[in-house]
């Protein structure tokens, strides 16, 4: 099992969402869809998640845009 940051990010900021345990990135997905239905349902225009693998630590620059970790993003969800 692997865990998988959750990044949502909107036009004011990124921020951490939410840390997924899962098999793969197929069943992070599954699970997001399942488990956050209402909050994909509110995204406005813009809006994203992104599926980052935690095995690097995410870091924020000072405007809370995320800084991409070096094994860059491996899942997105969007409107």
Known sequence: M????????????DEL????????LEEVQAI????????VEKMGSGDSFYFFSAKEELKFDESNRLIFPD?????????
Do not use: L
């Open 2 to 13: 692997e865990s998988y940051y959750v990044v949502n990010s909107t036009k004011e900021k």
């Open 17 to 24: 969402f939410t840390v997924i345990d899962a098999e793969s």
């Open 32 to 39: 997001f869809r399942i488990r956050y239905k209402e909050e």
């Open 71 to 79: 094994g860059g993003m491996i899942g997105m969800h969007s409107i």
